[in-house]
Structure formats: structure tokens, C-alpha cells
T-cell receptor
């Protein structure tokens, strides 16, 4: 079974440009999450989809970030316009909740560098 | 106060020794606890989950949870060079699904 995949693996853009990150969750997983790790800090939650609906977007830094999950399959995270502080590694995770907990499986991440 | 704190490391242990990783959390509403292993440039990989007080063993890994002390640990027995990685402690509250992570502890196993 394929794991969570993310594209691109790396992106280098200039301040003010737009970047779109893509995540393909594990097939059949209704839950999809975006997280971010900026240099020297811990991984931080951005938002949570259940199918195509945003369940929790409390971690989104500001309105320059827009996440979508049309059709409840893959998701995109757009940053427009990008700022220097947006640099970091963006992880996607997916899950299908169990009885005890929601076990999340992570993708390899997209390393974003804003110059 | 950070939600999840881990011993900062790096932690260097000789091959065959026990590596001990510690994690404390601040929210008593936390219910589920996870240890992820991350090799450089790779995805965090789930290695252990624990929900009840006590010990949980899986192969060479043992997770320990003490909710009263808000403490969770991971022991790696018979450490191997392939265990060299960053270990992330993650905590999940009963009220929502998002994970709160510690900063990670980097472990190096010396051959």
C-alpha cells in the first residue's frame, strides 16, 4: 500500500511569489493534516480536513495560506504571497480514526525556501 | 511553557546499549501518546503508541506512560547503528485530533 506522498520535495521561490504544495493521502483515509516545521522549532499543526471539509484550521498562520481538498482526495496548500518566514518543511499526514486514537501517517515533506 | 518537551540531546550511546528518551507534556487532557522516528530528510515514521499508564513493549522498543507525572518515555534496547535518528514525541488530546510535538531528540548509536 502506498504511503502519503507529497510534491514537490523541494521548492525555492522568491519573496512575493506563489507556491502550491500537494499531498496525496493514503487511499481511503478520510483525515488529512498539514503540519509545518520551521528551522530549529518543533513540528506545528496547521489544519485538519475530514474528507473535503475543514475540521480545524486553528494553526494556519494567516490568510496568505489557503488549503483545499476538493473531492476529499488529495489536498493542496497554497502560499500567496510567500514571505521569508514561511520557509520550512511542510508535512502532510493522513489517518483513519480508530477506537483509541487517531494514528497519523506522515509524508516525506516539502522543503520550502523563500529567498 | 511548551506543550511537549523532550530531553534536548543529542544522545550518543554505544552499540548494544539502552537508549532512554524522555518527554513531558503540559496538558492533562492529553490521552494518546506517540513516538515517531525520523531519519534525515525522511518522513516521521510511527514506532510506538501508548494510551494507558504503564509499559508497552514492541520488539526492542518499550514505551512508558505516567499520566500523573505527565511523563512518557521510550527505551531502545540493544541499540543498533540503524537506530540513529531523531525521535519525536507527539501528544494528542481527547478533544481533538491534532498532534503536538516535542522538538525531538537526536540519537547516535556508535558502532
Amino acid at each position: 500500500e502506498a504511503g502519503v506522498t507529497q510534491f514537490p520535495s523541494h521548492s525555492v521561490i522568491e519573496k512575493g511569489q506563489t507556491v502550491t504544495l500537494r499531498c496525496d493521502p493514503i487511499s481511503g483515509h478520510d483525515n488529512l493534516y498539514w503540519y509545518r516545521r520551521v528551522m530549529g522549532k518543533e513540528i506545528k499543526f496547521l489544519l485538519h480536513f475530514v474528507k473535503e471539509s475543514k475540521q480545524d484550521e486553528s494553526g494556519m498562520p494567516n490568510n496568505r495560506f489557503l488549503a483545499e481538498r476538493t473531492g476529499g482526495t488529495y489536498s493542496t496548500l497554497k502560499v500567496q504571497p510567500a514571505e521569508l518566514e514561511d520557509s520550512g518543511v511542510y508535512f502532510c499526514a493522513s489517518s483513519q480514526p480508530g477506537e483509541r486514537a487517531d494514528t497519523q501517517y506522515f509524508g516525506p515533506g516539502t522543503r520550502l525556501t523563500v529567498l | 511553557q511548551k506543550e511537549v518537551e523532550q530531553n534536548s540531546g543529542p544522545l550518543s550511546v554505544p552499540e548494544g546499549a539502552i537508549a532512554s528518551l524522555n518527554c513531558t507534556y503540559s496538558d492533562r487532557g492529553s490521552q494518546s501518546f506517540f513516538w515517531y522516528r525520523q531519519y534525515s530528510g525522511k518522513s516521521p515514521e510511527l514506532i510506538m503508541s501508548i494510551y494507558s499508564n504503564g509499559d508497552k513493549e514492541d520488539g526492542r522498543f518499550t514505551a512508558q506512560l505516567n499520566k500523573a507525572s505527565q511523563y512518557v518515555s521510550l527505551l531502545i534496547r540493544d541499540s543498533q547503528p540503524s537506530d540513529s535518528a531523531t525521535y519525536l514525541c507527539a501528544v494528542q488530546k481527547v478533544s481533538d485530533y491534532k498532534l503536538s510535538f516535542g522538538a525531538g531528540t537526536t540519537v547516535t548509536v556508535r558502532a
